[in-house]
């Protein structure tokens, strides 16, 4: 029981950092749905069940996107969580471009749970831009989106066969909306 609590507390806590946030899609909706669906994919498909990884995939982003310091999540969350959301976290500090190169280098170097939590994140954000792009990405630029998720993961490959059938599902959806040779790069 102490674990749901964990999970509840965590939730609470990115939905009041997230509160003021809202998705790129038409809709704009509430940023916090995507940190759940984050950790309802490792959870439903990934069938990951340790209690730190989950925590962590819903506070994913508050060290990126909200003004939440490292030692906010280590007093709430303890250092193993903290850990987790360290290694799937951009430096905010570095240009667009350089945190996204980072991404592609880092990510085979980064734990298996980090991974899962990065496949999940992958996943979900490749079904929003499907689903319900952002209404100011022209098509190049949601295309340039998948050719660079797809990098990130073959970094990611080896850490969960379910969470990566699911991404390579997605991707192959998301390149034929968008008309992508499947053999393009």
Not at 139 to 153: D, F, P, S, T
Request: net charge positive.
């Amino acid at each position: 029981m102490e674990n749901i609590g964990q999970l509840l507390k965590a939730i609470r806590f990115a939905a009041e950092k997230h509160r003021n946030q809202r998705r790129k899609d038409n809709d704009h909706s509430p940023y916090i749905n995507h940190p759940i669906q984050v950790a309802e994919t490792l959870w439903e498909v990934g069938g990951v069940r340790d209690p730190s990884t989950l925590v962590a995939a819903v506070l994913h982003d508050t060290l990126e996107d909200t003004e939440t310091s490292p030692d906010e999540i280590r007093q709430r969350f303890g250092q193993e969580v903290l850990g987790l959301v360290l290694e799937v976290s951009d430096d905010k500090r570095l240009p667009k471009a350089e945190r996204k190169r980072l991404q592609i280098v880092h990510a085979p170097h980064i734990s298996p749970r980090a991974k899962n939590i990065k496949l999940a994140d992958k996943i979900c954000n490749i079904r929003d831009l499907i689903d319900t792009p952002p209404a100011d990405w022209p098509v190049r630029r949601q295309r340039e989106y998948l050719r660079w998720a797809e990098k990130v993961v073959a970094g990611l490959r080896g850490a969960n066969p379910a969470l990566e059938g699911l991404f390579d599902k997605e991707l192959a959806r998301g390149k034929s909306s968008l008309h992508i040779k499947q053999d393009q790069r």
